[in-house]
């Protein structure tokens, strides 16, 4: 508590003062300030003195941040958030809020010792929370009102312009509002458990072929009912083209994963399967399931595998139990992609030893692997391309049994008959082939 005691009421001093030389002091030469709407309405994330500085003489200004505190006690709010020391990473974990003349925010500050022992900041993000004057509300008991709550409903709803026909939501896919995921559920949640408890948001009435949605609109509580739902977060759109040339010529049937529907339809036939992420190895581990004759994964290239347990030992890190998942969203998002790839990159030897057991089946399947963007693992693949990557749930043993075959190295360049042609020359028969 010292530590973080002494770091923040230095670098609250020269926040508040609005003097960039002051505040870099507090960084290590190689540390980064991520800004979430404070000085300007955009995310920046800066790395170094030269480029924090000249940043801060841009856009602060004295007496600009002001209200600073420590977080940290008994309260539901910030009891998760007493700074804290690390032993797995050898850092101090510091929570404070500010606010500024139209916002109210919160800090998150990681702390490690310089070569002179002296504890500095290898990361400080700051970030606005809530609009002054559009304050979240609390529990609405009756609100300024006294009528029925039927009433008020009734009410509401009437107020309300003509439904739309379609609803666009563009919210990030974090928890949902209000709704926090069962504390029950396992650690890995398969896609239908997922998908069955979003629908239990909105309400579809298949006599009239619409929704009701509850939404808020300006604190009222509207029910609207739109024909269709579209949840547009962009990073997954529509499938990518795989038109080949003389596609007509091939006598088998061809789709993409998208519409991959399970494999007992191709039980008993020949399948390719192009693509070496996450859809990909999905579908290959599924037809194995359902008995086809052969499996063929098209490796173009290569791509970045962590094993189950490696995954879950970081998310826990992040998410640990016991701790709101809105905490561990906190520190995710103040850490931010850049720094993330960065710390990542300085574990490339321990991530390859981790997994190595795995590595060597694959290896002996010829797949071909990389350690992500730089060997920053699969977090720089996430933020970079959003795709590359699998976690291993078997996927492995197929392949270094041989269940699963491998093609590495090669694209397809145009259907025959019987099956694909390849950039090396050549050929494979099929009777399915999917891409994914």
Known sequence: ????????????????????????????????????????????????????????????????????????????????????????????????????????????????????????????????????????????????????????????????????????????????????????????????????????????????????????RDGQQVTIHPAHIIVATGTLGKPADFTLPFQDHFSGTILHGSKYQGGAPYTGKRVIVVGAGNSSIDICQDLCFHNTKSVTMIQRSSTCVHSSAFVEENQTRIWPDGEPVEVGDFKLGAVGPGLSKKIMQGKTAEMWERDKEMHDKLRKGGFALNMGVGGGGQVSLVWERGGGFWVDKGGADLIGSGAIKVKQGAQPTSYTETGLVFSDGTELEADVVIFA
């Open 1 to 216: 508590m010292d530590v973080a005691t002494l770091w923040f009421s230095e670098y609250a001093e020269a926040v508040a003062a609005g003097t960039p030389r002051d505040i870099v002091k507090a960084f290590l030469p190689h540390g980064w300030f991520r800004d979430v709407l404070t000085l300007t309405w955009n995310y920046r994330a800066l790395e170094g003195p030269e480029k924090i500085t000249r940043y801060l003489s841009e856009h602060l200004h004295p007496g600009q941040i002001s209200g600073f505190k420590l977080l940290g006690g008994a309260d539901d709010t910030s009891r998760y958030r007493v700074p804290k020391y690390v032993a797995q990473t050898g850092m101090v974990e510091v929570y404070f809020a500010y606010e500024t003349d139209v916002a109210l925010g919160k800090g998150y500050a990681m702390l490690k010792q310089d070569e002179s022992a002296a504890w500095k900041a290898l990361n400080v993000c700051m970030m606005i929370v809530e609009l002054k004057g559009h304050e979240e509300p609390g529990y609405e008991v009756y609100d300024g009102h006294t009528l029925a709550w039927s009433d008020v409903y009734r009410e509401r709803n009437a107020s309300i312009e003509a439904d739309p026909h379609v609803l666009i939501d563009t919210h990030f896919p974090f928890e949902v509002l209000y709704q926090p995921y069962p504390s029950n559920w396992p650690f890995f949640i398969p896609k239908d458990k997922l998908a069955d408890w979003h629908k239990s948001h909105p309400i579809y009435h298949d006599d009239k072929a619409n929704w009701d949605v509850t939404i808020n």
